[in-house]
């Protein structure tokens, strides 16, 4: 992994670069709110690599030109591929406006990728106020390192 360095046998450092890789995610009803945030959002975006599910990148790419990587939509492994790619360290920032309300077919997939969120500690923006936080730190431009503490999880379990 790019810019990882062990600090002992139970943390992890990560180095996250200057330009951030940001994985963009919307559940159907949610679809809109992401594409408001995003138009609003989009100068401060384009400052960097931006990724997402299959639909919400294509909508991304058409109705804000913004250049977009996309995996699969969701249920068929869209979230699971950006869980991936976390664990690879090669997400910095999830922004997952997902619907709490309306049943998923894909639920588990949903819940594997908040909890890969979590345990690899990159931020996670689930709403718009938390996702004009997390885009408006200083902290979003400048160099962090980010730690992480599941291997001493993995060696305890």
């Known amino acids: 992994m790019d810019g990882v360095e062990r600090q002992d046998d ?17 559940h159907d009803n949610r679809k809109a709110d992401l594409l408001e945030w995003a138009r609003y ?6 400052a960097h690599d931006l990724l997402a599910t299959g639909t919400t990148g ?10 977009v990587t996309t995996v699969e939509s969701g249920p068929f492994g869209g979230d699971v591929q950006i869980g991936a790619m976390i664990t690879e360290g090669t997400i910095d920032m999830l922004v997952f406006f997902w619907d709490p309300l309306e049943p998923q077919p894909h639920d588990p997939d949903v819940k594997a990728l ?5 345990v690899w500690n990159i931020p996670i923006a689930c709403n718009r106020a938390t996702a004009d936080f997390l ?4 902290l979003m431009t400048s160099p ?12 305890t379990a």
């Not at 294509?58 to 250049?67: I, T």
């Not at 908040?114 to 979590?118: F, G, H, I, S």
Request: charged share 30%; aromatic share 2%.
């Open 114 to 118: 908040l909890r890969v969120a979590v």
């Open 10 to 26: 139970s943390t992890l450092a990560m180095e996250m670069p200057t330009r951030r890789r940001v994985a963009l995610v919307a």
């Open 58 to 67: 294509k909508r991304l790419r058409q109705e804000l030109g913004l250049e």
């Open 144 to 155: 962090y390192e980010r730690l992480t503490q599941h291997i001493a999880r993995e060696k």
């Open 41 to 46: 959002n989009r100068e401060s975006l384009l």
């Open 135 to 138: 885009i408006s730190s200083p």
